[in-house]
């Protein structure tokens, strides 16, 4: 094993200030708030790009009072979005980190933008009061802040280089990855969460070991199991949840298993209703994706059905969005009839079940009260469902996937991170999914990806003192 002092070191570029571990949103506004402020920055990446939760996922930020927003009608501000952030975390949620990413978070989606991030539409999700949620391709969008930060000479990425481990010097800290020790006076931990650790999951949250697996390759929660061995407070590790509406591309096949590319599809936010195995509703289709994935989770077999009209389909919105059904279609992973009942032949439900289901659905929705689950909106408080009536109809066999862990390193509003006790553990940062306190009990969709932006911008301009 060697040393290399990111401060003296010409083979690094010399001089630098701030190592990054991870190269997902979080890891790239950080490194790119902390170049702009004028430190030099290491990034030290597991995998490679494309690899992380940023590129799997639906692409959608939850941002307000933008001008996409009004060019659609859409009056929002940032008290709105704090309250329904608050609203969704049940009140467990850390009212300072709340608070400063609404503070944060327009100024970010602009700066997101002035980097080549291209939000091409608004749209309603779950937990939502107002349609926020800005959708872009995460492909596209990781690619132009990976451009932003290559074009920068203060600027160097090692990939296939995991960090190991994490130890405090007199002066910073050393990161040792790959056999070498990196050094730098900060280090900020952006390494995603650990819904690829078995481990981990079982530890923290063992009901999840029945969802899939989704998110970044290479996320097992290393940088958690870094910051807990120098010392960091840990919050929210009891809100894990899974998530609701990952499509089955093999039913009645019994690996649960998503098709490439299309992780998650939530046609109940576009008027679906759900039901189980047995063809029965079992929630509020309006709740957040996470309240419905643990509901989901304990229905027979831990499967569900989105079911859904014509007039739904005809909502579907190509991608960016969780919203493609039609592309399901044409995959062979929706299936359609003409009636309920041959709709219910093609995944092998009880064909009366599920037109009694539908019926009573339908003449709920057209009374006004749905006096089993109370759902009254689309999703959030938004929107009204419509009676499924217009043939052909449409079914969507689905699962819970675990796509996030939202939960883990204690951080102030600045990103530092605290110990057990809420002492500063100086000179290291965190941001992103490996943080916790931000969501509390639930989640507002959206809200992971801006939360990786915004506070990882504002780590990485703290870390390099112009915070
Ligand atoms: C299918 C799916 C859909 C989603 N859709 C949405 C959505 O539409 N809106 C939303 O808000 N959220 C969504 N999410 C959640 C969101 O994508 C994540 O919370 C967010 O991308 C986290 O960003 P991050 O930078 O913290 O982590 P990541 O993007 O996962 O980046 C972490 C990086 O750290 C690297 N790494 C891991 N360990 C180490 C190590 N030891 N050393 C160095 N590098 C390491 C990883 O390889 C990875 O590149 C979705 C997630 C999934 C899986």
Redesign the pocket.
């Known amino acids: 094993m060697h040393a290399i002092d990111g401060r003296g070191d010409q083979a690094m570029g010399g001089q630098q200030d701030v190592i990054v571990?991870?190269?997902?949103?979080?890891?790239?506004?950080a490194a790119l708030g902390a170049v702009e402020a004028g430190a030099t920055v290491l990034m030290?990446?597991?995998?490679t790009?494309g690899?992380?939760?940023?590129?799997?996922?639906?692409?959608?930020?939850?941002f307000a009072g933008t001008d996409l927003q009004r060019a659609t009608g859409h009056e929002d501000s940032a008290d709105q979005l704090a309250r329904d952030l608050i609203k969704a975390g049940g009140g467990r949620n850390d009212s300072a980190l709340v608070n400063r990413f609404a503070e944060r978070q327009l100024d970010t989606y602009e700066w997101l933008r002035r980097h080549g991030v291209d939000f091409q539409r608004v749209q309603l999700?779950g937990g939502q009061g107002v349609p926020r949620?800005h959708?872009c391709d995460?492909g596209l969008a990781m690619a132009a802040l990976e451009a932003s930060l290559a074009a920068h000479p203060s600027f160097r990425r090692i990939d296939n280089?995991?960090?190991?481990r994490l130890s405090r010097q007199e002066e910073g800290w050393t990161v040792t990855?790959d056999g070498v020790d990196y050094r730098a006076a900060q280090v900020i931990i952006?390494?995603?969460?650990f819904?690829r650790s078995q481990q981990l999951i079982q530890t923290f949250c063992p009901d999840l070991l029945a969802g899939t697996p989704?998110?970044?390759?290479?996320?097992?929660?290393?940088?958690l199991l870094?910051a807990m061995a120098a010392g960091c407070g840990l919050v929210d590790m009891g809100y894990v949840k899974g998530?609701f509406g990952m499509p089955l591309s093999n039913y009645p096949e019994p690996t649960l298993t998503?098709p490439d590319g299309m992780?998650?599809l939530m046609a109940i936010y576009r008027g679906a209703m759900a039901v189980n195995l047995e063809a029965r509703r079992f929630v509020n289709e309006s709740l957040s994706y996470k309240e419905i994935g643990g509901a989901c989770l304990a229905q027979p077999g831990g499967v569900a059905f989105q079911v859904f009209d014509e007039g739904v389909m005809e909502q579907a919105q190509p991608i960016p969005s969780?919203m493609n059904f039609r592309e399901a279609l044409a995959r062979g992973i929706v299936k359609t009839a003409d009636s309920v009942a041959g709709l219910a032949a093609t995944v092998g439900l009880d064909p009366a079940a599920l037109e009694a289901s539908v019926a009573r659905y339908n003449a709920m929705v057209e009374q006004g009260e749905d006096t089993d689950f109370g759902r009254a909106t689309m999703a959030g408080n938004v929107g009204k469902p419509a009676a499924l009536t217009r043939a052909p109809y449409y079914i969507l066999p689905c699962a819970v996937?675990v796509?996030?862990t939202?939960c883990g390193i204690r951080v102030d509003a600045d990103g530092r991170v605290l110990d057990p006790y809420g002492d500063i553990l100086s000179g290291l940062f965190a941001?992103?999914?490996?943080t916790g306190g931000f969501h509390g009990e639930s989640y507002m969709?959206?809200?992971?990806?801006?939360?990786?932006a915004v506070f990882?911008r504002i780590t990485g301009q703290t870390a390099a003192g112009r915070g």
């Not at 030290?44 to 995998?47: C, G, R």
């Open positions: 571990i991870g190269g997902g949103m979080a890891g790239c506004a030290l990446e597991k995998a790009s690899k992380g939760s940023t590129w799997q996922s639906a692409g959608s930020f939850a999700s949620s959708a995460p280089c995991g960090a190991e990855a952006a390494s995603g969460g819904s989704l998110g970044g390759f290479a996320n097992t929660g290393d940088g870094m998530t998503a992780f998650l969780n996937a796509t996030g939202f941001a992103g999914e490996v969709s959206g809200s992971a990806l801006a939360k990786a990882g």
